[in-house]
């Protein structure tokens, strides 16, 4: 899927999410995300980060991607508001763990359907553990897994119009 020089780029972005959704949390607040919900402005981040823990394994396998779990949470941990530390680096951890779970057996029956799916499960689990953790409440759950399904099939038809345009390239 990725050319070789990509690789460590969507790694280190994939680390760089989750200190990038607590500082959006921070300082923006929270934004609309549609339907009339709004959630926390890190939404989005952690939408991106399920997207990007799969091209990860993808671009750099499993053990890099473990290993980038565990610098994401122990960021998560270190750079948070302490408000939001142990909630964002649970909720990291564990749903980035329950993701990468899901999506290596499915792996086989292509990207697309092996993130949507993991998405799936990942977006649920960070939903829960972090606004039960850091709200004591699920007030923003609908927000919460809209925003992060809207940013998972906004990657997803992305990488499948690459795809696309890979295959009809060889093709020509």
């Given amino acids: 899927m990725q050319h070789p020089a990509t690789a460590p780029l969507v790694l280190a972005g994939y ?6 959704a607590n500082l959006l949390i921070e300082h923006v607040g929270n934004l609309p995300v549609g339907f009339g ?6 939404v989005y981040m952690v939408g991106l980060a399920l997207v990007l823990r799969d091209l990860a394994r993808e671009a ?3 053990t890099a991607v473990l ?7 122990a960021l998560s941990w270190w750079l948070a508001d302490p408000a939001l530390a142990v909630a964002s680096a649970a909720a990291f951890a564990v749903a980035e763990t ?14 697309l359907v092996a993130m949507l799916v993991s998405n799936a499960v990942g977006l649920l689990a960070d939903s829960l553990i972090f606004l039960r953790v850091a709200f004591g409440n699920f007030g923003y759950l609908p927000g919460q897994l809209l925003g992060k399904t809207w940013m998972t099939l ?3 038809a992305a990488i499948a119009a690459i795809q696309r345009r890979r295959a009809q390239a060889v093709a020509a």
């Fill in 15 to 20: 680390i760089a999410t989750i200190p990038a």
């Fill in 37 to 42: 919900y709004v959630a926390p402005a890190g």
């Fill in 60 to 62: 750099v396998g499993r």
């Fill in 67 to 73: 290993a980038a779990i565990a610098v994401g949470a």
């Fill in 98 to 111: 329950m993701d990468f779970t899901v999506y290596e057996p499915l792996r086989q029956r292509g990207l």
């Fill in 154 to 156: 906004a990657a997803v």
